[in-house]
């Protein structure tokens, strides 16, 4: 069966300071894989998405990158981080196309930002 | 382009009465639809999807949403609520022209002894 790890749980960082977010997933290939954010009492924001190693779409231009060395991981980054970067991050996955399929999340980082 | 509207932004239900989640999309075409629950602090986990099938959804834990073109409407609906449904819900179409899912901006429920 497919599993989808994120890591850290949580993370309390200094503004300035770099970030690191990291998932991977289990059980499948050549998925689809995306980075949200989830601000306190909004929807989720959709980062960026991945379809392949090395093909990354940003959605929204800001301070964070993300990258996917392997087939099964993508990593969530900045070179410093804001007091808006705070917030609740979840990967997911998919495959094939968003029409019939459904995307499967991982259980999220909470990143406070101080 | 694709969005859904998330009439409530809180529900609160005492528990053993119906529950109502009220969701109205717009699409240039038929569309799929996607319920999600969040439960504090944990990812997003799939309780239904309609994607042009029977227009009467049914999903994990007792719910069920119906598909009602003529009113644009994608309504989550359980007879009787239990604790354990309190949670965030997400109503979500998907968005072929760019391939990726929008997400309404969520509802509460509450659910009370």
Redesign the interface.
């Known amino acids: 069966s497919q599993t989808i790890h994120q890591w850290p749980a949580t993370l309390v960082q200094p503004v300035g300071s770099p970030l690191s977010l990291e998932c991977t997933v289990e059980g499948t290939s050549n998925p689809n894989l995306y980075w949200y954010r989830q601000a306190a009492g ?3 924001q ?1 980062l960026f ?1 991945s379809v392949g190693i090395g093909q990354i779409s940003s959605e929204v231009p800001q301070n964070l990158s993300a990258s996917r060395p392997q087939d099964r991981q993508f990593i969530l980054s900045s070179k410093k981080l804001l007091l808006s970067d705070s917030g ?1 991050y ?1 990967c ?1 996955w998919s495959v094939g ?4 399929n ?7 980082t ?1 990143l406070t930002v101080l | 382009a694709q969005s859904v509207t998330q009439l409530d932004s809180h529900v609160s239900v005492s528990e053993g009465t119906p529950v109502l989640l009220r969701c109205n999309y717009s699409s240039s075409y038929s569309p799929s639809l996607f319920w999600y629950v969040q439960h504090p602090n944990k990812g997003l986990q799939l309780l239904l999807k309609y994607t042009s099938a029977a227009t009467l959804v049914k999903g994990i834990n007792g719910f069920e949403a119906e598909f009602k073109k003529s009113e644009t409407s994608f309504h989550l609906t359980k007879p009787s609520a239990h604790m354990s449904d309190a949670a965030e819900y997400f109503c979500v179409v998907s968005d072929l022209d760019t391939d990726k899912l929008i997400f309404g901006t969520g509802t509460r429920l509450q659910v009370f002894p």
């Open positions: 909004r929807g989720l959709l998405y609740f979840l997911a196309r968003v029409l019939n459904e995307q499967f999340f991982g259980p999220g909470r």
